[in-house]
C-alpha cells in the first residue's frame, strides 16, 4: 500500500521542529520577507538593540537576485534605512572564524558610512550601525549583553558617533533563561528567543516571551510557517553540514599539528638525550668517537663537535 499525503518523507525532523534563527539564511530570512510580520519584526529587533522607537525601514538591496524562487525572499545580509536616513546592516554569527572579527566590523561600518556621506560645501552623513548578534564571547575582555563601540580618543573624547559597532552576546543573554518575563529588558527577549526559538525544551516559557513582545510573536509566526517548508530544512541542513565540514577540517588539522608536535618533541628529546650520553662518554675517554657516535645514533661529525666544545672549555 503506498503512502498518503501525510505519510510522505519530510527533512523536517518532527511535525513540531522549528528552525534554528541563529543560523545565519534563516536568521535572516525572518527579517527580508516584504510582509507586514517581517518588519514588525525588525522594527522590534532594531528597536530592542538602539532603545529607542524605530519605524518605517526600508530594506535595502545588497545582493544579487537569485533564480530559485523558494530563495527568492533570502539574502545574505540584513541591511537597512531608517526613515531619517541613518543605516544599519545585521548579521547573525554562529561561530568565530580564523579571521579577526573586530577588524572585519570596522571595514564593514566604514564601508556604510562611506555609501551614506553626502559630498559637498560639507560632510554631511548620518549615523550608520553594524549590528552583530554572536554566539560566541566578543570581545572576550569585555563580556556583556550588549557592547557599543564608538570612536574615541585614549581620554574618551568621542568624534562625531557616526560609526557605531553594536555586539550582542548569545551566549550571555542565554543564562537569563527563567527570570520572570515582566522583568526582562526588550533586548533580553530577543536575545533568549533567538536562544531557544528551536528548543523544544523551552518551548513554554519562550512562548510566554513572544506572547509579551508583538516583535517576537511576529518572527515566531514566520519561523513556525517557514518550518513546514522543506526547502528551508533543506538550505538550514547544508548549511549546518557546511559548518560541521569546516570544523572537522579545523579539528582534524588540530589533531595533525599535534601528533606532529608531539613526534618533533619526542625525536628532540630523544636527541638532547643521546647528546648528554655522548658527552658524558667522551669525559670518561673510555671509547672512541666513533663508538660513541654508534652507541648513541649520533653521527660521527656531531660528536667531534661535542668533543670541541668540552676541550674548549677546559
Given at each position: 500500500m503506498g503512502k498518503t499525503i501525510q505519510d510522505k518523507e519530510t527533512l523536517r525532523p518532527s511535525p513540531t521542529a522549528l528552525l534554528n534563527p541563529r543560523m545565519d539564511p534563516i536568521f535572516k530570512a525572518i527579517f527580508t520577507q516584504e510582509t507586514k510580520e517581517s518588519y514588525a519584526a525588525l522594527e522590534s529587533f532594531i528597536s530592542s538593540v538602539l532603545g529607542r522607537k524605530i519605524?518605517?525601514?526600508?530594506?535595502?538591496?545588497?545582493?544579487?537576485?537569485?533564480?530559485?524562487?523558494?530563495?527568492?525572499?533570502?539574502?545574505?545580509?540584513?541591511?537597512?534605512?531608517?526613515?531619517?536616513?541613518?543605516?544599519?546592516?545585521?548579521?547573525?554569527?554562529?561561530?568565530?572564524?580564523?579571521?579577526?572579527?573586530?577588524?572585519?566590523?570596522?571595514?564593514?561600518?566604514?564601508?556604510?558610512l562611506n555609501i551614506n556621506a553626502k559630498k559637498g560645501d560639507k560632510w554631511k552623513a548620518e549615523k550608520v550601525y553594524q549590528i552583530s548578534v554572536l554566539n560566541f564571547h566578543l570581545p572576550k575582555d569585555d563580556i556583556c549583553e550588549m557592547s557599543w563601540y564608538t570612536m574615541k580618543s585614549q581620554k574618551g573624547h568621542g568624534l562625531s558617533g557616526h560609526l557605531n559597532v553594536i555586539y550582542i552576546d548569545l551566549l550571555v543573554l542565554k543564562e537569563l533563561a527563567g527570570k520572570p518575563i515582566e522583568n526582562l529588558t526588550p533586548l533580553q527577549k530577543w536575545g533568549?528567543?533567538?536562544?531557544?526559538?528551536?528548543?523544544?525544551?523551552?518551548?513554554?516559557?519562550?512562548?510566554?516571551?513572544?506572547?509579551?513582545?508583538?516583535?517576537?510573536?511576529?518572527?515566531?509566526?514566520?519561523?513556525?510557517?517557514?518550518?513546514?517548508?522543506?526547502?528551508?530544512?533543506?538550505?538550514?541542513?547544508?548549511?549546518?553540514?557546511?559548518?560541521?565540514?569546516?570544523?572537522?577540517?579545523?579539528?582534524?588539522?588540530?589533531?595533525?599539528?599535534?601528533?606532529?608536535?608531539?613526534?618533533q618533541g619526542r625525536q628532540e628529546g630523544a636527541q638532547q638525550k643521546a647528546i648528554e650520553a655522548a658527552t658524558n662518554l667522551l669525559k670518561m675517554k673510555?671509547?672512541?668517537?666513533?663508538?660513541?657516535?654508534?652507541?648513541?645514533?649520533?653521527?660521527v661529525e656531531k660528536v667531534l663537535e661535542l668533543k670541541a666544545q668540552i676541550e674548549a672549555g677546559k
Amino acid at each position: 500500500m503506498g503512502k498518503t499525503i501525510q505519510d510522505k518523507e519530510t527533512l523536517r525532523p518532527s511535525p513540531t521542529a522549528l528552525l534554528n534563527p541563529r543560523m545565519d539564511p534563516i536568521f535572516k530570512a525572518i527579517f527580508t520577507q516584504e510582509t507586514k510580520e517581517s518588519y514588525a519584526a525588525l522594527e522590534s529587533f532594531i528597536s530592542s538593540v538602539l532603545g529607542r522607537k524605530i519605524k518605517n525601514l526600508k530594506l535595502t538591496a545588497n545582493e544579487p537576485p537569485v533564480d530559485n524562487t523558494t530563495e527568492s525572499q533570502m539574502t545574505f545580509d540584513v541591511s537597512v534605512t531608517f526613515d531619517n536616513d541613518e543605516k544599519a546592516s545585521i548579521e547573525m554569527q554562529g561561530r568565530n572564524r580564523d579571521y579577526t572579527y573586530e577588524a572585519r566590523s570596522e571595514i564593514q561600518v566604514a564601508r556604510l558610512l562611506n555609501i551614506n556621506a553626502k559630498k559637498g560645501d560639507k560632510w554631511k552623513a548620518e549615523k550608520v550601525y553594524q549590528i552583530s548578534v554572536l554566539n560566541f564571547h566578543l570581545p572576550k575582555d569585555d563580556i556583556c549583553e550588549m557592547s557599543w563601540y564608538t570612536m574615541k580618543s585614549q581620554k574618551g573624547h568621542g568624534l562625531s558617533g557616526h560609526l557605531n559597532v553594536i555586539y550582542i552576546d548569545l551566549l550571555v543573554l542565554k543564562e537569563l533563561a527563567g527570570k520572570p518575563i515582566e522583568n526582562l529588558t526588550p533586548l533580553q527577549k530577543w536575545g533568549l528567543y533567538l536562544a531557544y526559538a528551536d528548543s523544544e525544551e523551552m518551548s513554554d516559557y519562550i512562548a510566554e516571551i513572544a506572547k509579551s513582545e508583538k516583535g517576537i510573536m511576529e518572527a515566531k509566526r514566520i519561523i513556525r510557517r517557514m518550518s513546514q517548508d522543506d526547502s528551508n530544512w533543506f538550505i538550514q541542513n547544508s548549511y549546518d553540514t557546511a559548518m560541521r565540514d569546516y570544523n572537522d577540517g579545523l579539528y582534524n588539522s588540530e589533531q595533525r599539528g599535534l601528533e606532529k608536535g608531539l613526534r618533533q618533541g619526542r625525536q628532540e628529546g630523544a636527541q638532547q638525550k643521546a647528546i648528554e650520553a655522548a658527552t658524558n662518554l667522551l669525559k670518561m675517554k673510555l671509547l672512541t668517537v666513533e663508538q660513541i657516535a654508534q652507541a648513541q645514533g649520533l653521527t660521527v661529525e656531531k660528536v667531534l663537535e661535542l668533543k670541541a666544545q668540552i676541550e674548549a672549555g677546559k
